[in-house]
Each structure stands twice: as C-alpha cells, then as structure tokens.
C-alpha cells in the first residue's frame, strides 16, 4: 500500500468521525419541549439543538367574512357597471389536506400544521452531530 493511499484511508475516516453533515430520519416524542427520538438507543434531541425550517412549523391564514354597504356605483375597465348594495367576499368552505388527509377547519386555512407527537421528520445532522436541522415531515405512502 502507498503513502497516498493510506493518506486517503486517514482522510476518508477523519471526515466519517467528524460527521460533517448526515441525513437523519427521527420522530417527534414530545411537543412542548419539542423532543425528536433518531433511535432507540441514543437520547431523544431537545429543542436547544433542533433548528426548525418554515415547514415544521404551524403556519395559519384566517378565513374571513368581509362586507360593507355601498351607496354608489363601481365602474369596471370593460364598462360594466356594478349597482349599489351590498358586497361580501368570503374565503369559506375550503378544506385543506395533508398526505391524503383533511385537516381541521377551525376558521382559519391551515398552510402548514407545526409538529406532532409521532410525526417522522427529516433532519440534516450538521456541526459535527452537535445541532439538527428539521427540514420536513417525512410521510409513508397510503
């Protein structure tokens, strides 16, 4: 075996020891701390070393009732005019789903639901397995 090989081998187990960054599939044991189990073996991760990305977390837009009198005329660009009286806009009755599932309609419009207990995620190991990058729930097929 030459030098550079066993340079090689002593590289490629430095950068496996340092864990650089890994792909790492856990699940969410608890919310509030939020606490992510990768195996059975290791303890569960707490929320000081997790760093959440925008789709974990509970994003929402409420749904709304909107209406008022109007006491004039509206001129549209093609010359259609709209009379006086009432106008309502209502962003109801839309149903979102996620993998196959409605999620509660409770007012608002759910974008992203936030974390569950059980929920998988894929998180990206990095700082040498010291913090946790969640970057989304990882869904099996139906």
Avoid: W
């Avoid at 707490?46 to 709304?64: C, D, G, I, P, W």
């Avoid at 639901?113 to 700082?127: A, P």
């Avoid at 913090?131 to 989304?136: A, D, E, F, I, Q």
């Amino acid at each position: 075996m030459e030098l550079l090989d066993v340079l090689q081998q002593i590289s490629q187990a430095n950068n496996k020891a340092m864990q650089p960054t890994d792909l790492v599939v856990g699940t969410v044991t608890q919310v509030k701390p939020l606490e992510i189990t990768t195996d059975n073996q290791a303890a569960p991760l707490r929320s000081q070393v997790l760093y959440l990305t925008a789709s974990v977390v509970e994003k929402k837009v409420t749904t709304f009732a909107h209406s008022h009198d109007t006491t004039h005329n509206h001129t549209v660009t093609d010359a259609t005019i709209m009379p006086a009286g009432e106008c309502s806009t209502e962003l109801t009755g839309i149903t979102c789903y996620e993998n196959g599932q409605a999620l509660p309609n409770d007012g608002f419009i759910t974008l992203n639901r936030g974390l569950e207990v059980g929920d998988k995620v894929l998180m990206l190991r990095v700082q040498h397995g010291q913090k946790y990058v969640v970057l989304s729930r990882v869904f099996q097929e139906v």
